[in-house]
């Protein structure tokens, strides 16, 4: 797919040169860092544009594999405002042992014009910052 549109839904400021169109650059060493949060339950989001039909999204963690979310789903839209839940797509007490890339599989296809990873509990790195920090991300 041809990703058209990507935006940090909450109009976050992300960190000097770590933009959300980095989830899409094809560079590993590059990440989408989100404005950081002062609680872990300060939701993040990334939504990505995907017009057509997708059943995987695959998410590559940053090469340290911190401020990967704990808990997060992934949704769907047709205009980019109103999101829908993607059946079987919800995701508690995640956790990650490598920075390789992690594939979400669906049950079915999903049709729609967006999707996003919507980060409803945050991981925090050593200095005790939440953040949601994502290096690339792909739907099939």
């Known amino acids: 797919f041809a990703f058209t549109t990507l935006h940090d839904t909450n109009e976050?400021?992300?960190l000097s040169g770590c933009a959300p169109e980095n989830v899409l650059d094809g560079n590993t060493n590059s990440k989408y860092y989100s404005?950081?949060?002062e609680y872990e339950f300060q939701?993040?989001?990334?939504?990505?544009?995907?017009?057509?039909?997708f059943s995987q999204i695959t998410v590559q963690p940053v090469g340290r594999?911190?401020?990967f979310p704990v808990d997060f789903r992934f949704q769907y839209s047709d205009d980019g405002i109103?999101?829908?839940?993607?059946e079987g797509a919800?995701?508690?007490n995640y956790s990650i042992s490598s920075s390789d890339p992690i594939t979400f599989k669906f049950g079915k296809k999903v049709t729609a014009k967006y999707v996003r990873l919507?980060?409803?509990?945050?991981?925090?790195d050593s200095f005790g910052t939440y953040a949601l920090e994502i290096a690339e991300m792909s739907v099939k």
């Open 12 to 14: 976050n400021v992300p």
């Open 35 to 37: 404005a950081t949060m």
């Open 43 to 53: 939701g993040q989001a990334i939504a990505i544009g995907t017009p057509g039909s």
């Open 65 to 67: 594999m911190v401020h």
């Open 82 to 86: 109103i999101f829908y839940d993607i």
């Open 90 to 92: 919800s995701y508690t």
């Open 118 to 124: 919507l980060a409803t509990k945050l991981s925090k």
